[in-house]
């Protein structure tokens, strides 16, 4: 059983709004099958039920079925009406016998074919994935991504965690750094050939929807528009059929890998490049610091040389805690001079030219310690240089 809204029917059959058509209804005019319905939204069966207005029967009448082919311009809306006051599709189109409604959607800034239609049900077939409808669409890209890039997408990639079916993809021009590309999906998500791009890194800067199955959108120039004929209403129907059987014996998507290959956009490179400076930076300033530490040491060092400590008397006394042989700390501190001597004059001398000095003065230090006496009581043998105060 076909059923069909009232007011729907009335608006057809009466040639009137579908607010006039609530009216009548609510106003008490209107009978289905002999009895008075005051819901505008009544289903009734035309098949079986009369539907009479102020008594007299409404004979049902074929509405003219319209379709349009719009070369949408960019700042345009597809919605019927914006609440910002944007032009609007349909406003492009103008007063027409019937209103017809734009078929999917098109982004204020795409531009190209939009199909508009009273029909509900060639719409329907349109927008409907069962029916698998590739539209075509010309993009202009920021940058030029690699074949493995546009691989990614042909197989088909992540957005808001669903897989997209595969698309066709080629480039169309590659110039100043910048590409042209021709992509076919069989979807329509929202703002999916700008999503499918970025999810590879690279902006869509242009888009121009050229064809939706069969139909191109050649011939017409942005805000133009023209009817279509019924040789392509009735091709795009025959287009719609063998698709829904295509479509049918498809795989579905693969689900959405569980580690997707990520590439980077333009703008995750940029943050890498910044990170990366600061992760060097950071390092770097951690190298100076220790630099720094290391030059506090062999000052420490070198002015306690300097300062004429007498480092046969530390060893002297330090031998004494810990039983070590003199000679042998004695010989543990010039290898120390030495190493600091060679790191100064490897890592620090020419950095910084101050060290020169205090190289110099663990050098002359240096030189303080290089014959030690063979004695392990050094103090009893030799006067001691410890500063006196
Ligand atoms: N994909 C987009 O990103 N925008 C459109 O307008 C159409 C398809």
Known sequence: MATEHLNRYLSLAASVSRRVADEMVRNGRVTVGGVKVLDPG????????????????????????IYIMLYKPDNVVTTMKDREGRKTAPSLIGELSSRVFPVGRLDFHTTGLLLLTNDGEFAYRLTHP????????????????????????????????????????NFIEKK????????????????????MFEAIGHR?????????GPLEIAGVEPGEWRYL??????????????????????KPPADVPRHPKRFETPADRGKRKVIKQSINEAARRKEIEKEKARLT????TARYLK??????????????????PVSKMLESERTRLTQLEQELGKRVIGQHEALAAVANAVRRSRAGLQAPR???SCSQSRPSRRRTA
């Open 374 to 376: 063979q004695t392990t």
């Open 42 to 65: 009544t289903l009734w069966d035309p098949s079986t039920q009369e539907v009479r207005l102020d008594g007299r029967t409404l004979v049902p009448v074929q509405e003219e079925k």
């Open 297 to 300: 040491e062999i000052q420490k």
């Open 229 to 250: 004929t019924s040789k392509e209403v009735r091709e795009m129907n025959a287009y719609m059929d063998r698709r829904a059987v295509e479509v049918a014996g498809q």
């Open 176 to 195: 100043g750094g910048k590409a042209w590309v021709m992509m076919r999906i069989a979807e329509g998500r929202y703002h999916q050939v700008r999503k």
């Open 204 to 212: 869509v800067t242009k888009l121009r929807r050229v064809a939706i």
């Open 130 to 169: 069962r029916f698998g409808v590739e539209k075509t669409y010309i993009a202009k890209l920021q940058s030029i991504p690699r074949p493995a890039e546009l691989n990614v997408l042909r197989r088909g990639v992540a957005i808001e965690g669903k897989m997209t079916t595969p698309a066709q993809i």
């Open 307 to 324: 300062e004429e400590v007498d480092a046969e008397d530390v060893a002297e006394i330090v031998s004494k805690w810990t039983g070590i």
